[in-house]
């Protein structure tokens, strides 16, 4: 039972923008304070990685249930990743309307992603641990960015503040969930391919300060892949 709602979970996230008008980011006039060409949102195109996501979600999600449907490795995750996606597939709509709520859901899925991820068996890695570590990667990068909005949409930092506070926390994350679940590239990459929309966004005008820390964090995340790969070699 636990596969079956894994897999319809997957498929009414993949749905979700497709029975909706989309999401292509909050508007400035969601905010009191509008957010117009905040430095903490990654360059527009980096957001296509959610292709790939919901496709490879839906792909791990339907081998679960027809290879995996009764296997422990693949059953410890399932109540937290279907909590996850549940939420996902409701989010567009909500962030359509209140991106205060909006940030709130997006942690509650980036929470359940993560313990989702940490309790991925070893077995059947492409099926299963890459597509969460994905989601989970992402979804780290999002749910701050999210957060760095509010927090200078509603004038609590300044939006140069509130981007620099949220990157550093999407690395303190990101180094946590990577010590945590060793051997788990995919989910640095997909922060690290974040980060990089960062940058580019921030390239004109140039934001010194916000490019120095991004390439400092894609250091920092690439070092820490290579020690654990040497360590596991």
């Given amino acids: 039972m636990k596969a079956i709602l894994t897999l319809t979970a997957a498929v009414a996230f993949l ?3 497709l029975t909706t008008t989309g999401f292509n980011g909050f508007r400035p006039d969601q905010f009191p304070l509008p957010q117009i060409d905040p430095p903490v949102q990654p360059e527009g195109y980096a957001f296509a990685i959610w292709g790939l996501i919901y496709l490879w979600l839906v792909a791990g999600a339907a ?3 027809l290879a995996r449907a009764e296997a422990p490795d693949w059953d410890a995750p399932r109540w937290p990743l279907i909590v ?3 939420v996902g597939a409701a989010w567009i709509p909500v962030a359509q309307m209140s991106p205060l709520w909006a940030t709130v859901l997006i942690w509650v899925m980036l929470v359940t992603a993560i313990m989702a991820l940490l309790s991925c068996g070893r077995g059947d890695r492409l099926w299963l ?3 969460v570590a994905l989601y989970a990667g992402w979804l780290t990068a999002a749910s701050c960015v999210a957060l760095a909005l509010v927090l200078a949409g509603h004038s609590i930092m300044g939006e140069q503040a509130a981007a620099i506070a949220m990157i550093v ?3 303190v994350i990101g180094a ?3 010590i945590a679940r060793p051997n788990t590239p995919e989910y640095a990459l997909t922060l690290v391919w974040a980060l990089v929309g960062i940058i580019v966004s921030n390239l004109e005008p140039r934001n010194i300060a916000v490019l120095a820390l991004c390439v400092a964090g894609i250091a920092v995340l690439g070092t820490l892949v290579v020690r654990q ?3 596991g070699a």
């Fill in 84 to 86: 996850s996606l549940v």
């Fill in 229 to 231: 790969r040497q360590r």
């Fill in 15 to 17: 749905l979700s923008p």
């Fill in 129 to 131: 641990a890459v597509p």
């Fill in 176 to 178: 946590g969930v990577l």
């Fill in 169 to 171: 926390l999407a690395l």
């Fill in 63 to 65: 081998f679960g249930l």
